[in-house]
């Protein structure tokens, strides 16, 4: 079973400054999801990366494919307090299943 | 408005009384999913359905069954829940695109 190792697990960080978290599996995507969930809602999707070394952006997120297709990254610049939440990638594993990570928790502190 | 609903929200039960929790979508979509949420686990599949009358497993089945008599509907039963059930629900659904829409989540605890 494919898995999916999130990184950091928690993060803290002030109003303006950046991050990045990370999404790793042990073997290749086929194609990669980002969702965000917020306290009390279901995830909701932002982005889904299909071709290695591909860069997405989405207001101040950015999200990048690796070349192997085996890890992915999303970067938030000047993060804001509407950024918190818990930050979940997730690969569609053939047609009807999903495998999600573990998620990253962000806090962000006005 | 396009949504997922679930219901209940939140529930509180005994180990083996059976319980059902709803899942309803108004998107025509042909594919639903189950999902529990555990804290550092993630989301784990339980079962997914690709249209009315076809289910199948996901990753984490046991203790719990699900039907699609209808498009709209997926419900999730547990007939004889135990502690180990206790955990945050979700149900899903997918139109012809990769994006999959969650309901807000069904908190379930089972004494």
């Known amino acids: 079973t494919q898995l999916l190792e999130q990184s950091p697990q928690f993060l803290s960080i002030q109003e303006g400054e950046n991050l990045t978290v990370y999404c790793n599996s042990s073997s290749v995507f086929s194609s990669l999801q980002w969702y965000r969930q917020e306290p009390g809602e279901g995830p909701v999707l932002l982005v889904t990366v299909v071709t290695g070394g591909e860069v997405k952006k989405l207001k101040r997120l950015t999200f990048q494919f690796g070349d192997a297709r085996k890890d992915s990254s999303l970067h938030i610049t000047a993060a804001q307090p509407g950024d918190t939440g818990l930050y979940l990638c997730a690969e569609r594993s053939g047609t009807y299943k999903y495998i999600f990570g573990t998620g990253t928790r962000l806090k962000v502190l006005a | 408005e396009a949504q997922v609903t679930q219901n209940p929200r939140y529930l509180i039960t005994v180990t083996g009384k059976k319980l059902t929790v709803t899942c309803s979508q108004n998107?025509?979509?042909?594919?639903m999913s189950w999902y529990r949420q555990d804290p550092g686990l993630g989301l784990r599949q339980i079962y997914y359905s690709m249209n009315v009358e076809v289910t199948d497993k996901g990753d984490v089945p046991e203790g719990y069954k699900v039907s699609r008599k209808e498009k709209r509907n997926f419900p999730l039963i547990l007939e004889s829940p135990s502690p180990n059930q206790t955990s945050l629900y979700f149900c899903?659904?997918?139109?012809?695109?990769?994006?999959?829409?969650f309901g807000p989540g069904t908190r379930l605890t089972v004494l």
């Open positions: 899903a659904s997918r139109g012809q695109s990769n994006e999959q829409f």
């Open positions: 998107m025509n979509h042909e594919y």
